[in-house]
T-cell receptor, first 116, second 116 residues
């Protein structure tokens, strides 16, 4: 079946602009996660959703970052007033449930964001 | 706080050699999960293994094997008879079992290059 998909695959924007990154999870997966991977680093947790609600947003770096999942499926990560330091690959993952053993996370290919 | 350390930034070996990737972790949890992921050049994280901290048995899957030693907080990964297709960045990760089960904490990754 289809895996996690993310659009766009690449996004180049200018400092100060607003961007939206989209994630389509695996069908039937109730949990959805966002991570950020800077060059040469491991992914860092940003936020996760159980259904429509953000269950843990402790990894969001500041209030310029916001994510939604209005219908419990597709999620959008929104970044306001982008800064050069926001440049990274943004990874999305989904899992069948949040509780082990069904919480194995399946990752998408990521969106590479470049802020000029 | 949880932390994963992969001290080897890059490893380069010749095809058919055995190679071990080191992973050391820190956690205050008494139960936790450990993971290994592979990230090929395409960028998508591929799940390799998950181990529960209760289970210290070593595991073998084809050319891959994992050595979990709770006494030294290590979860090392060995590839036997390496192949060029094994070239990728490999990440070790840690999560809670109940609290924090949804948040993967990754190491910085080890870039493995297998030369023909």
């Amino acid at each position: 079946g289809a895996g996690v998909s993310q659009t766009p695959s690449n996004k180049v924007t200018e400092k100060g602009k607003y961007v939206e990154l989209r994630c389509d999870p695996i069908s039937g997966h109730t949990a959805l996660y966002w991570y950020r991977q800077s060059l040469g680093q491991g992914p860092e947790f940003l936020i996760y959703f159980q259904g429509t609600g953000a269950a843990d947003d402790s990894g969001l770096p500041n209030d310029r970052f916001f994510a939604v999942r209005p219908e419990g499926s597709v999620s959008t990560l929104k970044i306001q007033r982008t800064e050069r330091g926001d440049s990274a690959v943004y990874l999305c993952a989904s899992s069948l449930d949040i509780a082990p053993p069904a919480n194995e996370q399946f990752f998408g290919p990521g969106t590479r964001l470049t802020v000029l | 706080a949880q932390k994963v350390t992969q001290a080897q930034t890059e490893i380069s070996v010749v095809e058919k050699e055995d190679v071990t990737l080191d992973c050391v972790y820190e956690t205050r949890d008494t139960t936790y999960y450990l993971f290994w992921y592979k990230q090929p050049p395409s960028g998508e994280l591929v799940f390799l293994i998950r181990r529960n901290s209760f289970d210290e048995q070593n595991e073998i899957s084809g050319r891959y094997s994992w050595n979990f030693q709770k006494s030294t907080s290590s979860f090392n990964f060995t590839i036997t008879a390496s192949q060029v297709v094994d070239s990728a960045v490999y990440f070790c990760a840690l999560s809670g079992v109940i609290q924090g089960a949804q948040k993967l904490v990754f190491g910085q990754g080890t870039r493995l290059t297998i030369n023909p």
